[in-house]
């Protein structure tokens, strides 16, 4: 069995150690629903109260109390869009990204179909956000902004302090949802500072294991439950707690809090480290983000008149895990809207793989992808049909270097 | 991950006949670079063989090992040979590929068929095209799905060598549908008229060419399964949708005899012919 190099943190991440411990009693003996009225839930119940601070730290959130236990990310933004929107019915204009998740570009499709007006803001070609289009396209109608933090493809950050002041100033009572899921564990969320009403994040992208997520919600900021039935979370979102995961979120919320300084340096060398090792390596491959500010762990290459999969089944023969923006891998025969979004040229946009790092990823498997990628692409690349444009392409290179 | 047999695994790892052949006598050309994956072939032919092929292709793991092996079943094969190959021949030869990947084996075909097109429009006459029954189809040359760049040729193709009764089987083999959606109604039209025509070509049949029809599925599908319980069955005169049989053998004294017309024999001719024919015994 050959060594696996796991550099697929994007899409989901190993559970850390501390975590599973700090979840282990709670899938054990200590099994009492939290509700209950007597000694033995106590440890239940607190462990969820503990859990709550954590994770309003982590966010730095006013009160505790601005935190609702989820499933995941998807129903966090689920929550918090339909919430929001149920409970002020009057305003029918929504302003999202075309970049967002599937999980929220799929809701707002169906809400324009139910006769919501959504407005997608576009991106430059190194996938950042144009705020003057979102700026024009706020007015009185706008009910909601919704707009991701981090981007899960590219690690692009949006500025959302800037964001907030721009949508407030043009309407108070817009309000703005957050999807934090990509950035939570890797750059500091302030939403105080930030002004941010609603924000949401999922545990296993940050070491916790995956079914558990949140949502903050401020006090100021009124949703109907998406989930009604018991009394949980503070009637918005019903369904016994899920101690033991709960209990997991919080752990990795602390160590998160705790580790992103840890990102911010070693994460990020390690991320750049092999990013300059494959760009100046590999003539056909372009760095698919620019100069744009990227959370520490991403790195979008395109890697030029070769396609995707073949590159990441060949990475996988070697037990290198990463993932590809190609049409191929998602199934879904459209090579990925965010790329597209950001008119990524089509030499290069099938060839494209992400990388994400974690606090887990070593130097040693950094070396390794970078000794071993530059023959894998060679080899892809000898049986494309496009040699006279890579021989242009590498010509060019060279060129350039040279001078 | 996709579920990939060894055999494509085998052939992306090691591809065979990669490259260019300089001096080709063929060059065919399926896909683009916008799609997300291209297949080039180059054949040299001689008296009538492919006596060499190579590729080059852009695209993903199923499509380089469904071009790798379609330069393996053609070497050497006549041309009329290899004109009979279709992509399910190319899927079938990996040991199958996944219903969303099936459109990579499709695009070999497109590849050779081009090749060979090319190289006929050079001199190389077509022996078969004389009866060939589907010539009429070949100017459907109409773009039906603009995104992937489809034509009805393609469709109507895809469907008749696979079988393909739906919209999404359809975007499976040939990717039209699978963008943005909106020629989907136009497929499920092909389709509908696909299956129209098959079912009406018996009308169009000519009185001979119904009851050899008749005599054929009796035959090769009823026969042997009365004889199989020493019965038997035979043909004794067609007069447009009434069919008269004999039975014979055991079958003829037999008290099920009935029941075996009825359930069995009356039931595979309606199947193949349409529900409207009626089945006669004759003592
Ligand atoms: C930006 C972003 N939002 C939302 C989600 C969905 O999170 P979950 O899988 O927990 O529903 C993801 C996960 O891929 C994501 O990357
Ligand atoms: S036209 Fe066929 S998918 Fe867009």
Sequence with gaps: ?403 | MWDYSEKVMDHYRNPRNVGEIKDADAVGIAGSLTCGDQLKIYLKIKDNIVTDAKFQTFGCGSAVASSSILTEMIIGKTLDEVKKITNKDIADELGGLPPEKMHCSVMGYEALEDALKKYKEEGYIDLDELNNDNSSDIQKEKIICTCFQISENMIWDAIKQNNLKTVEEITNYTKAGGACGKCKEVIQDIINTYYNKEKSQNNILTPTQWILKVNNIIETQISPELQKDGGDIELVDVKDKAIYVKLKGRCSGCKNSTMTLKNFAEKILKDTLGSDITLVEVK
């Design chain 1, 1 to 403: 069995m050959t060594k696996l190099i796991y550099l697929d943190n994007n899409a989901t991440t190993k559970i850390d150690d501390k975590v599973l411990e700090a979840m282990m009693p709670y899938l054990k003996e200590e099994y009492a629903n939290p509700s209950s009225m007597y000694d033995f839930s106590k440890k239940s119940s607190n462990a969820i109260k503990e859990a709550r601070v954590k994770v309003r730290d982590l966010l730095n959130a006013k009160d505790e109390k601005e935190i609702i236990f989820t499933s995941c990310g998807s129903e966090s933004a689920n929550t918090a869009i339909k919430g929001a929107l149920a409970y002020n019915k009057n305003q029918k204009h929504i302003i999202t990204t075309k970049v967002e998740h599937p999980c929220v570009l799929n809701l707002y499709k169906q809400l324009e179909k139910q006769g919501y007006r959504v407005d997608y803001i576009g991106v430059n070609s190194n996938g950042v956000l144009d705020l003057e289009e979102l700026n024009e396209a706020v007015d009185e109608d706008t009910a909601l902004v919704s707009i991701m933090w981090a981007n899960n493809e590219t690690g692009v950050i949006n500025p959302i302090e800037k964001i907030s002041e721009i949508v407030k100033s043009k309407n108070k009572n817009t309000k703005l949802f957050v999807d934090a899921v990509q950035a939570a564990g890797k750059i500091p969320i302030d939403v105080q500072a930030c002004g941010v009403d609603m924000l949401g994040i999922s545990g296993h992208k940050f070491h916790a294991p995956k079914g558990i997520g949140a949502l903050y919600v401020n006090s100021q900021t009124m949703i109907t439950p998406l989930i009604v039935g018991g009394h949980q979370e503070r009637g918005k979102r019903a369904g016994t707690e899920n101690t033991p995961y709960i209990a997991g979120l919080g752990k990795a919320a602390e160590l998160a809090s705790e580790g992103l300084k840890y990102e911010e340096t070693e994460v990020k060398r390690l991320r750049d480290k092999l990013e300059t090792g494959i760009l100046s390596r590999i003539y056909n491959a372009r760095l698919n983000t620019g100069i744009a500010e990227r959370v520490p762990n991403t790195s979008n290459i395109g890697f030029e008149y070769i396609e995707g999969e073949l590159i990441l089944l060949h990475l996988s023969d070697i037990g290198i895990c990463a993932s590809s923006g190609s049409a191929c891998t998602s199934g879904s025969l459209e090579p990925s809207h965010v790329l597209r979004a950001m008119n990524v040229p089509f030499t290069a946009i099938h060839g494209s793989i992400r990388w994400s790092l974690s606090r887990f990823t070593t130097e040693d498997e950094i070396d390794y992808v970078i000794e071993k990628l530059p023959g894998i692409i060679e080899k892809v690349t000898s049986i494309s049909p496009y040699q006279k444009e890579l021989k242009a392409l590498k010509e060019l290179k060279t060129v350039n270097y040279a001078v």
